[in-house]
């Protein structure tokens, strides 16, 4: 003959699981922080790759582009559209063919002054999830994982070290870092290469945890401190531990 359970093991178990899924959700957000970081630190590598692969773009009836060639460069940045996407967090990854800043989709020939990247797990889509005076959130081309704050809770982004005071990564032919280049007036006007500080972006999420991803200035190489081997990440994430940007 089975003995059932007592009330007080019931009470007991159901204790024991409320601990448990309070815990849960903690652990799960900084997992989804870390993913977060993880694909922007591989765009970072991509966007710099883009830079080293086409060297500063020049075209004859884009006459800023001819005159001001040395602010045509790719780069990473990060929004908050207003219109677009109600201020939540994005990035997108363009070339800036006309130098002015902004990454455009093509408003005469679209595959010749079409600045954003495409997509390369989904050619179709674009690297830009809506921005005002772009592309709207809802257009086919859009892609929703380059807004950061639905996809992975990252609410905020902000620039220390070398880079403070930016949105934006810009890299040149050589994988070197600069700052915006609106406003310069050379080739290496902006550069940072010779800065002593690294350039570090920090990522919060809503639930006011963070976690850095820094960049060399000289090469461009960039890499989360606390995840640069995969055995130590695995071990981290198990452990449901990951380090706070103070801790770097």
Not at 8 to 13: D, N, Y
Not at 174 to 190: E, I
Not at 202 to 231: H, M, R, W
Request: overall charge positive; glycine content about 6%.
């Amino acid at each position: 003959m089975k003995k059932a359970f007592s009330l007080l093991e019931l009470v007991l178990v159901v204790f024991i699981l409320g601990i448990i899924f309070s815990v849960m959700p903690f652990n799960f957000s900084k997992n989804k922080l870390l993913e977060g970081a993880q694909q922007i630190l591989n765009d970072i590598r991509y966007t710099r790759t883009l830079a080293m692969m086409q060297e500063d773009f020049r075209i004859e009836n884009l006459a800023v582009a001819k005159r001001e060639w040395y602010k045509n460069k790719w780069q990473l940045y990060f929004i908050k559209s207003s219109s677009a996407t109600q201020n939540q967090q994005t990035y997108t990854i363009f070339l800036d063919k006309n130098g002015d800043g902004n990454a455009n989709l093509g408003k005469t020939q679209v595959n010749l002054d079409r600045e954003i990247a495409i997509d390369l797990i989904n050619p179709k889509k674009l690297m830009n999830s809506g921005q005002s005076g772009v592309i709207s959130k809802n257009d086919e081309k859009a892609s929703k994982k380059f807004n950061i704050e639905k996809s992975f809770g990252i609410t905020q982004v902000q620039f220390k070290g070398s880079c403070s005071g930016t949105t934006r990564l810009v890299f040149d032919k050589l994988g070197r870092l600069y700052s915006p280049l609106k406003n310069a007036k050379g080739n290496f006007d902006k550069n940072l290469a010779l800065k002593d500080e690294k350039c570090i972006i920090k990522l919060l999420d809503k639930n006011k945890q963070n976690l850095c991803i820094v960049v060399e200035n000289l090469s461009g190489f960039a890499y989360i401190p606390q995840f640069q081997n995969a055995n130590q990440q695995n071990i981290e994430l198990k452990k449901g531990k990951i380090k706070s940007c103070s801790q770097i």
